[in-house]
DNA sequence: CAGTGAGCGAGCTTCCGCTTGACTT
């Protein structure tokens, strides 16, 4: 066999298949351009250590804790083909180019190609922020060595999530349930779940009574609300705090008693406007998509969960619609913004586009910007029209959300005029009421002509702040008035999660990472911590106990900031001011006043599981989470009026679907009435002057057969 | 179903972040 010449070809290696081929067009003959897929090796399973190691220090986490934290990696299983591939393509080439992403776990994936392919030929490394021609080019003339600065970070933050992960969920294991887990990203976001049902829970709702009215002149008329009665503002929603208690110390609070004698006392007053205010309105439009805005628009119009419309996003990439789906930047390249700007000026016309382009500053936590904001692929944008016959259904949808996403954050400010009339008349008893209403009117439409962002339920108040136009009435008009009525409204709780707002939080936060934020909301569904209901994101009483044990043992670890802090030390470590294996021994073994994961595990002392396990729901009434569920317990002793035994308690089960902050203290009585028939006694003795037909086996049958005769 | 429990104690569960297919339901 004659011995292989070498093709004299230059191996380039990116992470993403799509991204390959692209680049390979722009980097012409001479290159090779493969594709890791993502990492290939990683920290395994303890379980599958080699069983000598298994008994060392590497054996509890993969990972030497008694050495530096040297991490034990290995080949991914279903990476061992790639590697195999990767290999025989270098033994061809006469040069490695490592494009993969550049970010830290680009980085990692860099020196991890390294450290498996071996490469006898010269090594570089090259990133790039967007793929064009120029841009590759431009990574060709910067070549530079891989930053192991940059890789210690990765490896430590891949380090510490199994040391927090490995340590800390067998103590759940023990204490609650088999089977739950602990994380850095997942705890936190199930704190954030739990805490927004604890406010719910704790919310004590109030409720005030205002009056509206439809007023005119002539012909036109237009709805005004109450706004103040004797020179004092009118409470609303918003002058309530979530104790039901009124905040605001000049505001009058009107019941309905008030609301409706005032009502009736207007119904032949005279009314006249007092002021007419007219203030300049202008909008701006919204950044491009990245990841997570993505999730939530798609989510908020057109009803797609995040796991699907990364799914669809993926599709339309890699068919090559649009650019990369995981992102954290909202920047368009030159290419993307002159194409936008052009696109927007032909179809909306040259006074639709501002002078210079439109520059969105990063409002993430921790972004990483190795990608630019998701858009439509290429130097000119294919309009929704033009791809209609080649996508269905929701994968056109998408595209399209994401086309005019685009081209709006490119166009001018949407412009108009608020104005607000205020009118007022003085009622029969003698009360001052004074009236607003305003209204928006757009005289330039600028990016609202392409796109307008949705929005997620609002909280109190409806807003009034509609785009109408009000009709033209001065000073001192005299104006009719009709259906003045008064209207009750209650404050309500702040809304729970859904997955758009709660991925929206998390990225505010800097917690997890574009690629992983619909699998982090999978995970806290598949432990049982959270359930969807609708679309809201409601917690399990099983993630009350998780909580609220992490809180009380792990504080600092459950923290909203840990993540925040983790990532202000290793970009210490990136930037050579901090060592990586000194920070975990600091993390894992403590250092001065700080304990350490290690020791605070080791001495967690008496964790009471009953105590843990327990809410207090009633007097007397206490939720416990149990082996098969969530169940109620009354503490409260009862004699057995057959046997005139003494009952110590009784117990009922809570229904699967119930949520949390419907279990009050009303709900748990009438839970543990209807309950099994032990505990009838329970419920005489405890409401004796009602009358109660106890639903058992016995009586539900006749009564069910009477009725219905 | 039954509720933090007698004794012995095997074997099991778990993290985050980067990427796609190859699987089943």
Redo the contacts with the bound molecule.
Sequence with gaps: MPSKAKTGKKLVIV?????SKTIAKYLGEGFIVE?????????????DLPAELKKTSVG??AVDIENDFKPYYVV?P?KKKKVAELKAQLKDADALYLA??G????EA?AWHLLEVLKPKVPVYRMTFGEITKEAIHRAMDNLRDVDSALVDA?ET??????????????V??????????????????TRMVVDRERERMAFKSASYWDLTGQFGTGSATFKAKLAAVDGAKVASGRDFNDDGVLTSANAVHLNDELATSLAAGLENADFRVRSVDTKPYTRRPAAPFTTSTLQQEAGRKLRFTSKST?QIA?RL??NGYIT????DSSALSDEALTAARRQAAELYGPEYVPQSPRVYANKAANA?E??EAIRPAGDSFRTPAQVANHLTGDAFRLYELIWKRTIASQMGDAKGSTATIRLGAVATDGRDAEFSASGTVITFPGFLAAYEEGKDESRGDDDSDEARRLPNVAKDDSLTASDIIAIGHETSPPPRYTEASLTAELEKRG???????A??IS?IQ??GYVRKQGSALVPSWIAFSVIRLLEQHFTDYVDYEF?ADMEGDLDKIANGQAVGAAWLKHFYYGEDADPGLLSIVNNLGEID??EI?SVPIAEGITL????????L?SSIPTVDPKTGEVVESA???VPEDLAPDELTAAKAVELMETAAPRNASWARTRTPDTPWLPRTADTAPTSLRSSRR
């Design positions: 992470e993403s298949p799509a991204k594709a890791s897929i993502g990492h290939i090796r990683d920290l395994p399973q303890p379980s509890k986490f991914s279903d993969t992403d970010d830290r776990e680009g994936i990765q933050r891949r380090i510490l999530d199994r040391l927090y992960g490995y340590e800390i969920s067998p759940l294991w023990r204490k609650v349930a088999r089977g739950l887990s602990a994380g850095r990203v997942q705890s936190v976001v990364m993926q990439y890699e990369y789906m995981r992102t990483q190795a990608h917690i997890g990472r574009p690629s992983t934020y699998s982090t995970t598949d432990r993540t599981a009953r396990n416990r989470v149990g082996k098969f569920g969530p169940y317990e117990r009922a089960n």
